[in-house]
């Protein structure tokens, strides 16, 4: 396809609550959407969920949008683009800037599937059309907070909750919620690389708590402990920020460090590299999921899809709207019996309500027009 236009809209978003983890607080944020219109007249409609004042993955809000405006963009243009070929490690030599590279790959899928009369799960091979979805508690002053706030998530519908920890806010705070859930509820934890090789032990120790897995207890480098601690505890380890590239997930299985991974399409420069990783990840009998960035209905539309692809077997972090904000950019998604229905619409399905791009505080540019 060849590109027209494209814009992007801000629009300032507040958090119904602030979500905290082991590396930051998450306040509020800005959705950074992007709109590329094809020479047909086609539309689709990508997010930059890059976090502002969070450090992760190294690519900040601010690095990533001026990536997308200053490199990404003005190449991009230039080319006659299919999204069979925009692998992450492609795009006419330049590197990294996975964020700003799925804004724009994400909005050419949206056209890719709208160009063909068909919503974006069935061009990606979906199987389910509705998904059993979970959703994070982060960490809160106090035990009996974290309890409350879990309490609420299973009474709202979740399937799953997955419990933030760190060093000093780990077994009591497991144990609390373990106890409070009962032994059936499907829990999991994620520590966003809180912890060194010298807490394997005190890890091993929360196989009592019967988690579906731990998530991405060391460092994204330290593959060495992440396979020692799936070596010596029974439960599952999982990785998220040490797999950006097909190169690290290859080497994060060859070296037995993980039973299960995370797939951020964001986090791992697109949809195209997010089909590859899932593709690579069946033929090994590996389990994966989907997660979130704290996306508006823009960036959940597209991950919703992604997470009805059959290879993604364990329940995925793309809560309803309300989750995170008073209101959504699109149309909501709504919790119903557990589950989110996966967008059947052309494309992704959605797009940003007219009453939101004409807010105020909403600021539209147009970045590129032919
Ligand atoms: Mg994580």
Redesign the pocket.
């Known amino acids: 396809m060849r590109i027209e236009r494209i814009r992007v809209a801000r629009v300032p978003l507040v958090l119904v609550s602030p979500l905290r983890t082991s590396d930051g607080a998450h306040q509020s944020r800005s959705a950074v959407l992007v709109e590329i219109t094809d020479s047909d007249g086609y539309i689709g409609w990508g997010e930059n969920v890059a976090s502002s004042g969070v450090a992760y993955v190294g690519e900040s809000a601010e690095a990533s949008y001026a990536a997308m405006t200053q490199l990404l963009i003005p190449e991009l243009v230039k080319h006659e683009v299919a999204v069979a070929d925009l692998f992450a490690d492609g795009w006419w030599g330049i590197a990294g800037q996975h964020f700003a590279k799925h804004a724009l790959e994400s909005a050419l899928w949206d056209v890719h599937a709208r160009r063909q009369e068909k919503s974006l799960a069935e061009v990606l091979g979906a199987v389910e059309t509705e998904i059993e979805v979970g959703v994070v508690v982060g960490m809160h002053d106090s035990i009996d907070d974290v309890v409350a706030e879990v309490m609420m998530r299973v009474e709202e519908g979740y399937a799953r909750v997955k419990v933030k920890i760190a060093p000093g806010h780990d077994v009591e705070v497991l144990a609390a919620v373990r106890d409070a859930v009962g032994v059936e509820y499907a829990l999991q934890t994620?520590a966003?690389g809180a912890y060194g090789a010298d807490d394997i032990d005190l890890l091993c120790s929360l196989d009592k708590f019967a988690l579906q897995f731990i998530?991405?207890p060391f460092a994204a480098d330290d593959l060495d402990s992440h396979a020692e601690l799936l070596h010596r505890s029974a439960t599952s380890v999982c990785l998220?920020?040490s797999v950006n590239t097909m190169s690290q997930l290859l080497n994060a299985l060859d070296r037995g460090a993980c039973d299960v991974v995370?797939i951020k399409p964001s986090r791992v420069g697109g949809i195209r590299d997010a089909i590859a990783m899932h593709d690579v990840l069946v033929g090994r009998g590996i389990d994966a999921w989907v997660?979130g960035m704290l996306e508006s209905g823009i960036g959940r539309a597209s991950c919703l899809a992604i997470a009805a692809m059959p290879g993604f077997t364990l329940t995925p972090d793309l809560s309803a709207s309300a989750r995170y904000f008073a209101s959504d950019i699109t149309r909501p998604f709504v919790l119903e019996d557990s589950l989110l229905r996966v967008p059947t619409g052309l494309g992704i399905g959605v797009e940003p309500l007219p009453e939101v791009l004409a807010r105020q505080d909403v600021v539209i540019e147009t970045l590129f027009q032919r």
């Open positions: 994620d966003n998530e991405q998220d920020e995370n997660g």
